[in-house]
Nanobody, 125 residues
Framework: QVQLVESGGGLVQAGGSLRLSCAAS????????MGWFRQAPGKEREFVAS????????LYQDSVKGRFTISRDNAKNTVYLQMNGLKPEDTAVYYC??????????????????WGQGTLVTVSS
């Protein structure tokens, strides 16, 4: 049973930084792709970033490139999302996700079968 537990959300001023963590358990994730999605009030869930657990290759949504960094710590079975230069439009619930097949890129929610409970990020202007 895959379990994903996010932490690190909170309230931050525009221009500030936060680091989200996702503790993964229940499987060996070496062949998985891990991702972060977000959902703002009244909007659809959208892709933010993903990482191939095996080789660390990454993919980002255009609006977060250069500001957000996804990474993983193999020893801790944890995936991180470092968010710098936060903007009010980054306000959302952020979800950690996982799927088998780390090489295959996927940016839609239906491609990821495993989800965490979400953590709220609020960016004030």
């Amino acid at each position: 049973q895959v379990q994903l537990v996010e932490s690190g959300g909170g309230l931050v001023q525009a221009g500030g930084s936060l680091r989200l963590s996702c503790a993964a358990s229940g499987r060996t994730f070496s062949s998985y792709r891990m991702g972060w999605f977000r959902q703002a009030p009244g909007k659809e869930r959208e892709f933010v970033a993903s990482i191939n657990w095996t080789d660390g290759s990454t993919l980002y949504q255009d609006s977060v490139k250069g500001r957000f960094t996804i990474s993983r710590d193999n020893a801790k079975n944890t995936v991180y999302l470092q968010m710098n230069g936060l903007k009010p439009e980054d306000t959302a619930v952020y979800y950690c996700t996982a799927k088998q097949g780390g090489v295959v890129l996927a940016t839609t929610p239906d491609r990821y079968p495993y989800w965490g409970q979400g953590t709220l990020v609020t960016v004030s202007s």
